[in-house]
């Protein structure tokens, strides 16, 4: 539950500042896992942010 909870703000906090949010709901957890791994270059996010954000988008779709 920690990790769902970091992802949530680090998602809030480094995924609108290019695009608008897509919903979590939007994709399955497989595209959600490819995004994620595409998109941390993108963002800049380190190791933990990212594995926290896709564990965010994976339990909210
Ligand atoms: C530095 C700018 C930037 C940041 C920060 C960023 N993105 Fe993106 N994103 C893009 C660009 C540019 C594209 C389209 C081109 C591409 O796919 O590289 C994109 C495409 C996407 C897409 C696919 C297009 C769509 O709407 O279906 C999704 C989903 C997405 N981003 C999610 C995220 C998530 C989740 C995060 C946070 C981890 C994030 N983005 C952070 C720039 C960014």
Same mark, same amino acid.
């Given at each position: 539950? /920690? !990790? #769902? !909870? &970091?992802? !949530? @703000? !680090?998602?809030a906090?480094?995924c609108a500042r290019?695009?608008n949010m897509? $919903?979590? @709901? $939007? ?5 959600? @896992? +490819? +995004?994620?791994?595409?998109?941390? %270059?993108? /963002?800049? %996010? $380190?190791? &933990?942010? +990212?594995? $926290?954000?896709?564990? #965010? %988008?994976?339990?909210?779709?």
């Amino acid at each position: 539950m /920690a !990790a #769902f !909870a &970091r992802g !949530a @703000k !680090a998602w809030a906090d480094n995924c609108a500042r290019c695009h608008n949010m897509r $919903d979590p @709901k $939007d994709l399955s957890d497989d595209q959600w @896992k +490819v +995004v994620t791994t595409h998109m941390r %270059l993108r /963002a800049g %996010l $380190d190791g &933990r942010e +990212v594995r $926290d954000i896709t564990v #965010f %988008l994976q339990g909210s779709n």
